[in-house]
């Protein structure tokens, strides 16, 4: 059974980071694109990039690129993504997919 | 980018009934290896998207033939026949051809 199972719930505080995790289990890690997406409260889904855990190789969406940082551990089959100089628009649940499979997401918090 | 354009946005079906989801591309979805990555997914309330359709019209593993998938090039859709109550919720489209882009979704509501 493929798994892809995300961290925990983070509350931050305006201006800092955080980095999130998507461990996956149930096939070969680096057989295939780890995606993100975000999805704010009430709307639509939005992508944010990708990166190929095979050889560490990231396309971002434009309106990201300056925001997250994707990364993969091949070792322990887990991808992450920071996101940087948070603010209240970065209140999301953010999800991992290799396209047929997702984690379960992650609700981000940004509040003094 | 590639923008992709989904109707109608909210649909009301009776139990038992049918409906289609469209979803244009700005450009064609036409891969250079010759596939078209169109996808279709369901959000039910408070979950995890779930994938339903790949490459157009293949069913995922575990998807009842109750949905189907067609289409090419720019235009797609996706039909669900014998609507049933575990079907509410909301649909993407999403294409993976050109990087990736979500449709604005359409929410499936049970009359």
């Known amino acids: 059974e493929v798994l892809l199972q995300q961290s925990g719930a983070e509350l931050v505080r305006p201006g800092s980071s955080v980095k999130i995790s998507c461990k996956a289990s149930?096939?070969?890690?680096?057989?295939?694109?780890m995606h993100w997406v975000k999805q704010r409260p009430e709307q639509g889904l939005v992508w944010i990039g990708r990166i190929n855990p095979a050889n560490g190789n990231t396309v971002y969406a434009e309106k990201f690129k300056s925001k997250a940082t994707l990364t993969a551990d091949k070792s322990s089959n887990t991808a992450y993504m920071q996101l940087s100089s948070l603010t209240s628009e970065d209140t999301a649940t953010y999800f991992c997919?290799?396209?047929?499979?997702w984690g379960q997401g992650v609700m981000v918090t940004v509040s003094s | 980018d590639v923008v992709m354009t989904q109707t109608p946005v909210s649909l009301s079906v009776s139990l038992g009934g049918q409906t289609s989801i469209s979803c244009r591309s700005s450009?064609?979805?036409?891969?250079?290896?010759?596939?078209?990555?169109l996808y279709w997914y369901l959000q039910k309330p408070g979950q995890s998207p779930q994938l339903l359709i790949y490459?157009?019209?293949n069913r995922f593993s575990g998807v009842p033939d109750r949905f189907s998938g067609s289409g090419s090039g720019t235009d797609f859709t996706l039909k669900i026949s014998r609507v049933e109550p575990e079907d509410l919720g909301v649909y993407y489209c999403?294409?993976?051809?050109?990087?990736?882009?979500f449709g604005s979704g359409t929410k499936l509501e049970i009359k």
């Open positions: 490459k157009v019209s």
């Open positions: 999403y294409q993976g051809t050109h990087y990736l882009t």
């Open positions: 149930g096939y070969t890690f680096t057989d295939y694109y």
């Open positions: 997919t290799n396209s047929g499979d």
């Open positions: 450009q064609s979805l036409v891969h250079s290896d010759g596939n078209t990555y």
